[in-house]
């Protein structure tokens, strides 16, 4: 139904078009007759009574002036019908489309395609891959969902270990994370005049133009490769982790 609709809004085009076609023919025919009829009947009348009526005086004077007065009055007229005739048409369409039955109107729809679909499935979970990833291997959700409160310092120190670890260990396969600048943070750099705001923040007084000489505060990460994982058969993208119930 949604094409149809498009289909409708987009026939001003040719309906204007053929409007002003037709606007135009009969402009040439009319001109063409007036000169026709004012060539063999201008001399007549003119020797029956030596004077001419205010009428055929108008069309002699409109005949003169046709191109710039009558003809662009006659497109503009064409235009304002080849548009009210699109709104009709238009409107039309609608009104018989709404009073349609709804298994019509769901048949005129498009299925939605059972590809986009899938990959927006699989975008939802390739978001949640790395997580489900850092929950499998270092706890890291079980550890964000714990208390802390009810556990001493040197317990939480151990547990942060175990999750440091895993998660380390998932996030060096998969990202290799380096950092964006090579230098020692505390020391002085020298940002150039072709960096990327992307990955230098520039902190403090910016003034002026580059290069620009600071304090590197934090050297920054970016990533040295991404490992795209494989999904698994799942279809629900909204787990992290599945329950795990012994039998």
Not at 73 to 97: D, E, H, P, T
Request: aromatic fraction near 8%; charged fraction near 20%; glycine fraction near 8%.
């Amino acid at each position: 139904m949604n094409d149809i609709k498009k289909a409708s809004g987009g026939l001003w085009i040719p309906i204007v078009l053929f409007s002003l076609l037709m606007a135009a023919v009969f402009g040439v025919l009319l001109f063409w007759g007036a000169t026709f009829l004012i060539d063999a009947i201008g001399p007549v009348l003119q020797a029956d009574s030596g004077e001419t009526t205010p009428v055929w005086d108008g069309v002699q004077n409109y005949h003169s002036r046709f191109w710039y007065t009558v003809f662009p009055a006659m497109m503009g007229l064409a235009l304002f019908i080849g548009l009210i005739s699109w709104l009709v048409v238009r409107s039309s369409v609608s009104r018989r489309l709404s009073n349609l039955p709804d298994h019509v109107t769901a048949r005129a729809e498009p299925a939605a395609k059972p590809e986009k679909a899938m990959a927006d499935l699989a975008e939802r979970r390739m978001f949640l891959h790395l997580f489900a990833m850092l929950q499998r291997e270092g706890r890291l959700m079980d550890f964000l969902a714990e208390d802390l409160n009810q556990y001493e310092d040197d317990q939480i120190g151990s547990a942060v270990r175990a999750v440091h670890a895993g998660c380390l260990r998932i996030v060096q396969e998969y990202l290799d994370p380096r950092p964006v600048l090579d230098e020692d943070e505390g020391g002085h750099v020298t940002i150039e005049d072709d960096f990327d705001p992307g990955a230098v923040k520039l902190t403090g007084k910016v003034v002026g133009e580059p290069p620009f000489k600071g304090i590197l505060r934090h050297k920054g990460w970016q990533v040295g490769k991404l490992k795209l994982p494989t999904l698994s058969g799942s279809q629900n993208a909204k787990i992290i982790t599945p329950a795990e119930v012994e039998l």
